[in-house]
T-cell receptor, first 112, second 114 residues
Framework: DVKVTQSSRYLVKRTGEKVFLECVQDMDHENMFWYRQDPGLGLRLIYF???????EKGDIPEGYSVSREKKERFSLILESASTNQTSMYLCASSSFQGSIQYFGAGTRLSVL | EDKVVQSPLSLVVHEGDTVTLNCSYEVTNFRSLLWYKQEKKAPTFLFML????IEKKSGRLSSILDKKELSSILNITATQTGDSAIYLC??????????????FGKGTKLSVIP
């Protein structure tokens, strides 16, 4: 079974803090993705990565950065958290380009 | 801009009913359409459809793609309370830069009442 693990289920941070969301997959997948999910807006792609140290912007990258130093780990970084970044963050991975994406359980982030 | 539209946005049915969820899309470089079920946490994969007219089935769930109409339906027969979830439709497209991208609809929230 594919396992995508996100380090925190719930997180509460203050405005201006630097926030790290971690995602680890155990299936040697090439591709990893970060989405955010908001009511009425669905899932939107923030960043994705097709290889170690490689990243590409998704639809809403502003205010976020990512890091992929190892194949199994993909981190989402909020450099200076803002209240409009309160959301559910979902990480996903897939074995090759165009294949099925498998999701982690999500991190519900609240920025106060 | 790629667009995926699901309807209805929410649906309440009684146990035993049959439901049909709709997904339509306007995208460039279509590769496949995926359905996911999301309960309290991670979306879980249901179906991937690439060819038109071929039904995929898993138990009481089935889905079919119509590339001419740019749409797909997800059917659930004899619904149970455990089917209550948000059903997400997503379209996989191939970008000119050599990468693939998944665009999601807003989801259909299904509530099955006993």
């Amino acid at each position: 079974d594919v396992k995508v693990t996100q380090s925190s289920r719930y997180l509460v941070k203050r405005t201006g803090e630097k926030v790290f969301l971690e995602c680890v997959q155990d299936m040697d997948h090439e591709n990893m993705f970060w989405y955010r999910q908001d009511p009425g807006l669905g899932l939107r792609l923030i960043y994705f990565s097709y290889d170690v140290k490689m990243k590409e912007k998704g639809d809403i990258p502003e205010g976020y950065s990512v890091s992929r130093e190892k194949k199994e780990r993909f981190s989402l970084i909020l450099e200076s958290a803002s209240t409009n970044q309160t959301s559910m963050y979902l990480c996903a991975s897939s074995s090759f380009q165009g294949s099925i994406q498998y999701f982690g359980a999500g991190t519900r982030l609240s920025v106060l | 801009e790629d667009k995926v539209v699901q309807s209805p946005l929410s649906l309440v049915v009684h146990e035993g009913d049959t439901v049909t969820l709709n997904c339509s899309y306007e995208v460039t470089n279509f590769r496949s359409l995926l359905w996911y079920k999301q309960e309290k946490k991670a979306p879980t994969f249901l179906f991937m459809l690439t060819s038109s007219g071929i039904e995929k089935k898993s138990g009481r769930l089935s889905s079919i793609l119509d590339k001419k109409e740019l749409s797909s339906i997800l059917n659930i027969t004899a619904t149970q309370t455990g089917d209550s979830a948000i059903y997400l439709c997503a379209v996989l497209t191939f970008s000119g830069a050599g990468s693939y991208q998944l665009t999601f609809g807003k989801g259909t929230k299904l509530s099955v009442i006993p």
